[in-house]
């Protein structure tokens, strides 16, 4: 029989604290954001989709 557990953890932040996270969150955003656009052209210019961590030209 499989139990499935929950835990809930709520964060309390200080001012500092809140301004390192939203510096973080924004931070990851970009760079999902430029990965993404240099994917999108990759595509555009070869038509060919690359699967995550693959060596271009091998398939």
Do not use: D, S
């Not at 200080?14 to 990851?28: D, F, Q």
């Not at 970009?30 to 038509?47: D, V």
């Amino acid at each position: 029989m499989i139990i499935n557990r929950a835990y809930r953890y709520e964060l309390k932040p200080n001012v500092r604290e809140r301004i390192l996270m939203a510096k973080h969150a924004g931070c990851a955003r970009f760079a999902y954001n430029w990965g993404l656009a240099r994917r999108i052209a990759l595509y555009q210019t070869e038509k060919v989709y690359q699967c995550h961590g693959a060596t271009p030209g091998i398939e």
